[in-house]
């Protein structure tokens, strides 16, 4: 093959342009004529697929290939790079959000090779000329390096990835995270401290933090990547830490989802700051990126999940009571004394204490004086990112709560549940490892509920909360809808919560979803005709979230779905009040309704503007007769009607 196309490239004289792309990409109404355009232009065009299986990748790339379209790219992209006949120019079109990762890696292998990487993005617009100058320039850029003698280079090798060791243990590194859910990672804190690790999670999103998200990530990115790696940039940029002594992590999910990727952005944007000595840890359970210096120890992992636990009993039971609370600033006040203990317990963690801890916290917020009053309940679910982060959903839940409203969070906890239960599925469904389901179905799941368990007990004790249901139940009603093989991102389980939450007498449910994530708008806004089908009372409401989402246009559809859900809720009970008369059924009453309709419907001005046209379209002379006639008495004589 290569020696057909030096031959072919000779034989015409002319450039060869592999045109990278999706295979949708083939469709003419899609790619809006590039191919012609580029040959018009005096180059051929070959596709990636037709070359790549002529490329190696020399070097460890540094994202995770965890596609065979990635991969099939990226060997495409190394052929392309060492050979002098041959261009590269990658198409995407918008939306398409993991073409982030696979545009910034073919970027680095192109360039790495001293060549010109072109990126064209097209749309549903037919308006080449942005198309055209690109493609022009490409061609100028070429003649001049070949009237220049510019040859490709060799692709220098990656500088080694900088490791955490035992010994930056010991020497107390700091450790930052990024922050997810305030209630929880305050515990995770708590418990990283305890076994050794100087770990801090970074309080909240600023806008400066934004900045640098935008500046270091790929802008076709998720929201949630440009968020945490914005954040962790800003802390080292402008915070006060030595940066000599100083590690970040942040966790990898290892499945399609880019956030298995979000730690090869974060190692690019730490390259382009010139500080990418700093250690990079991955908190995964697929064995990524290992770090010697850091390992989840069965002590460690049974903090984390007890913490994960308590931060979501926590925020359920802040949310139930703080919109009915008597005394203002009572359930925050309660909510601040466990959260402190329960820091505490992280310190002296034993699973007796944890279990005691438990019902004393739950008997505690039981206790809380509240009103009898009714709000209605809104469901928040979504990016999980989205969901839990004050500062990436805008404070949705004081949003809620200052419109008159009462939120309801679904648990983290069953987040974690979700991941395992995937591998079950794909086992037996996909014919995927069983060894793996068996890890995760069998141990993993069984392993995370015993230690929600004094959580979970507490709660279903109560007289006031709701316990979390279990992920078995919850994939069962996500299946009516769609299949569990919708796994990327949140996947089905967004469905199922919504379901979970529709079930729970909570009608009213904020979808929140990052601009870019294709499948979450797929299986959250995706299932909302279908969820209103099944539930004609359903007031559901997609949100989108993105750094250049407007906050006053996420306020008004969030006050807009509330109006909905109290017309809603006094719609009901005037329902409810109607069928209650209904019951107890009075005859003087209904007489009395029925009357009282009559009259309304014809009043007594009415009746007598009647009464009077038919006394003038009648003459006196027969009206007289007829009132005779009634009377059964006549006038006498010729005028005698009754022959009497």
Known sequence: MRRHLRIYGKKIKVKG??????????DPEVNHGIPELITMNGMAVLTEDSISHLGEIEHDLRVENQWKYHARLYRAASFTGKRQDLEFVQLTSFGCG???????????????????????????????????IRVRSLKAAIDERERNGVMPTEMAAPQPRTLFTK????????????????????LLEAAGRVSG??????????PRAVDEGLRYVNNDACYPAILTIGQMMDALKHGDYDLTKTAVLMTQTGGGCRATNYISMLKKALREAEIEGIPVIS???????KQPGFKLSP????????GLAIGDALDRMLYRTRPYEVTQGSAN????????????????????AYKAFAKEMVDAFDALEISSEKKPRVGVVGEILVKFHPGANNSIVDVIEQEGGEAVVPDLV???????????????????????SFAKQSLAIPAINQYRKPVTDALRASKRFDAPESIEVIAEKASQLLSLGNKMGEGWFLTGEMFELLDSDVPNIACLQPFACLPNHITGRGMIKGLKKLYPHANIMSIDYDAGSSAVNQLNRIKLMLSIAKKGMEDRAQEDNTSTEAKRFNPKNAILDKARKVRDSAPAAKIGETVKRAKESVPSETITQVARGEQGCCGGGCHCNCSK
């Open 167 to 186: 010994a930056m243990r010991k020497e107390g590194y700091t450790i930052l995270a990024p922050q997810l859910a305030p209630t929880h990672f305050a």
């Open 283 to 289: 908190l995964n359970a697929n064995g990524l990126e």
């Open 98 to 132: 993991l073409d982030a990762i696979t545009t910034d890696m073919c970027q680095e292998i192109i360039e790495g090779h001293g060549k010109v990487y072109t990126l064209l993005k097209i749309d549903e617009i037919n308006n080449l000329g942005a198309a055209r």
């Open 414 to 436: 069953d987040f974690l549940l979700y991941c395992c239960y995937d591998d079950h599925f794909a086992a037996n469904t996909f014919g995927r490892s069983k060894v793996k």
């Open 333 to 352: 006040q309660l909510y601040q004394t466990y959260l402190k203990k329960a820091k505490t317990l992280m310190e002296h963690y034993s699973f007796r």
């Open 299 to 306: 002590s460690l992992l049974t903090k984390f999940l007890a």
């Open 197 to 206: 690790y100087n770990l801090e999670v970074l309080p909240a999103v600023t």
């Open 17 to 26: 342009i592999v045109l990278a792309g999706h295979p949708y990409h083939i």
